[in-house]
């Protein structure tokens, strides 16, 4: 008979070298949550290629047991869970490091009742070096929100892209979550209070202070189709799969729930 790799550790610190879905049919859903939780620790930063590898590698096993659990395979059912503020705390999606210094922990997924999202983040290149800081201190930082619109279309999630808007900010003050759910509210309110069915998006994106490569590489995105699906999710915890197109590699991010 094969034997696992297992330490008898109380609760969810078992640590187990599990490498398939076999092993985990016996552990509690808790256990593998935590058990994501805590292999993700630091991979956030790693380059994007480093990171898919990584999926492949370590996390797939505990997403395809987790998908099997999902308490709510129902997109309508979703809808009402997804509501308010979640932090991404790994992901690999391509676009969201585009720009250098992303801050995780001012990094934000906000969903509202009125069928708008942001995804929001805090960009500040040079702050996690004590070296570099005291030259980069007295720059601004950069604020980036991707809006999209939402809605359930043929038991799957429509997705729609709306805009991409942008602000410089003082990095001494950090992007709370009251501040970036009231940038949110703002935009939605200024600029989209009147229903549109059909949005026509900008060919071309007008973003400031950066290079044109960069800018293309926002714009490939923007006017992407997403596809958008929930391997898992609960009242905390979220498992996304997403797809810019049909020939794209998938993206994978963990999310948990902030407010």
């Known amino acids: 008979m094969k034997q696992t790799n297992l330490e008898i550790l109380p609760g969810w610190m078992v640590m187990a070298n599990v490498t398939t879905t076999k092993e985990l049919k016996y552990w509690s859903t808790p256990e593998i949550k935590n058990k994501i939780l805590e292999l993700v620790k630091g991979h956030n930063v790693e380059p994007l290629k480093v990171k898919v590898e990584f999926y492949k590698n370590e996390l797939a096993p505990y997403f395809t047991e987790l998908s099997r659990r999902n308490p709510f ?14 932090v991404p705390i790994w992901s ?45 201190s007295r720059l601004p930082a950069y604020d980036l929100m991707v809006l999209q619109k939402y ?11 709306v805009g991409i808007f942008q602000a410089l900010k003082n990095r001494e003050i950090p992007l709370t979550i009251d501040d970036a759910d009231e ?77």
């Open 92 to 136: 690999t999606i391509p676009y969201q490091d585009i720009l250098p210094g992303r801050i995780q922990d001012q990094s934000y997924q906000i969903f509202h009742n009125d069928g708008y999202y942001a995804n929001i983040a805090r960009y500040a290149p040079g702050y996690q070096s004590g070296f570099w800081q005291k030259f980069v």
């Open 183 to 259: 940038w949110f509210t703002t935009i939605v309110e200024s600029k989209f209070k009147e229903a549109t069915p059909n949005i026509d998006l900008q060919q071309e994106l007008k973003l400031k202070d950066m290079d044109r490569n960069t800018v293309k590489k926002f714009e490939k995105a923007y006017l992407a189709t997403s596809f958008l699906e929930h391997i898992y999710i609960d009242n905390d915890f979220r498992l996304v799969k997403s797809q810019r197109e049909a020939t794209q590699r998938p993206s994978y991010t963990i999310a948990v729930r902030k407010r």
């Open 73 to 86: 395979d129902k997109v309508a059912e979703q809808v009402a869970i997804v509501t308010g503020v979640w």
């Open 151 to 161: 809605s359930v279309r043929d038991e799957q999630w429509d997705i729609k892209n």
